[in-house]
């Protein structure tokens, strides 16, 4: 069946540094990908989608590109900042659930 | 902005408790979703619904059941509830958005639901 799968964590980097969130899936058909993070106490909220091949999402400075070719959509920031901490999943869907990796936590340091 | 609301942040019960988690949904949406949440596990579906009074079971429906009896209302029962049922709860809704080859469907979450069965 599908599945999503990202890199554990903690990821932890210092303010200012470059963030990659690896993330890969395996599905039949041709899925839209998510990214949803999660603030501490807080539900899910949607950061970025593609929905199909070579699109890239893109959202308050984070980025992912749909790459067919890898079966990856990585997650990536050219700058961290403290309010950046959070849980990160990245989700794909073929119709109109969700299949979620199980989240990678990130901590940056000031 | 779409605004699902969850009924309680914190939840506590006694184990063999009916526990009742209400969901609503601002938006007229036709989907309908209630995930938990456990620390290394992600998210795992329990039970969706597409329709007033539809449902369909996810991945672990065992030891729950659901109600949708208005669109805009869902709602997630335990019928005994027990102590490893304490876990976050997250409900969701979604709607299909974009045409072509761009369509698919976005999921919103409520707050979440942070359950202790003791």
Known sequence: GDSVTQMEGPVTLSEEAFLTINCTYTATGYPSLFWYVQYPGEGLQLLLKATKADDKGSNKGFEATYRKETTSFHLEKGSVQVSDSAVYFCALSSSYK???GSGTRLLVRP | DVKVTQSSRYLVKRTGEKVFLECVQDM?????FWYRQDPGLGLRLIYFSYDVKMKEKGDIPEG????REKKERFSLILESASTNQTSMYLCASSSVVGTGRSR???QYFG????????
């Open chain 2, 104 to 106: 698919t469907y976005e």
């Open chain 2, 64 to 67: 729950y059941s659901v109600s």
């Open chain 2, 28 to 32: 007229d949406h036709e989907n309908m």
């Open chain 2, 111 to 118: 707050p979440g639901t942070r359950l202790t069965v003791t």
């Open chain 1, 98 to 100: 969700l299949i979620f």
